[in-house]
């Protein structure tokens, strides 16, 4: 008589409570044109820019990519495009960053039909365009 194998429990992790938080810039910069006026400062550029995820997910790319909608593994490609008048007798500075799509995320466990969340508050960011600062002296 042969013997049942013995099967370990189901398990795995998903992502729950998944919504979308708005938009946020990115704080390094992608791109940066400075002089002194009267000039027009341009930047025109295209950059590949990757996700940004929480520090610390328990959970898979896939299972993240799955969860919020989007491959988090792919980049993206921006067009950093925009132009700033800098007033005669002054000094500017144009900086473009990142902007970002944001959802936000808790992790769940799932073993033998019974559910814990061991994460809460995680964070995905799609790169979606650019955002500008600007300053003078």
């Known amino acids: 008589m042969k013997s049942a194998k013995t099967v370990g429990p189901i398990e795995y992790k998903r992502l729950i409570n998944v919504h979308s938080i ?3 810039c990115g704080k390094p910069v ?3 044109a400075s002089g002194r006026g009267k ?3 341009r930047i025109d ?3 590949s820019v990757g996700t940004v995820l929480s520090k610390h997910i328990d959970a898979s790319k896939g299972v993240i990519s799955a969860g919020v ?3 988090v593994t792919k980049s993206h490609s921006i067009t950093v495009s925009g132009a ?3 007033p005669s007798g002054k000094y500017g500075t144009l900086n473009a960053h990142t902007k970002y799509a944001v959802k936000k995320f808790d992790v769940q466990l799932y073993i ?3 559910t814990r ?3 809460k508050g995680k964070k995905a960011y799609k790169p979606i365009g650019v955002c500008f600062t600007y300053t003078q002296k």
């Open 22 to 24: 708005g938009t946020s």
């Open 30 to 32: 992608i791109a940066s």
């Open 39 to 41: 000039m027009t400062l």
């Open 45 to 47: 550029d295209t950059r």
């Open 69 to 71: 909608g989007w491959d």
């Open 84 to 86: 700033k008048e800098v």
């Open 112 to 114: 033998d039909g019974k």
């Open 117 to 119: 969340t061991i994460q």
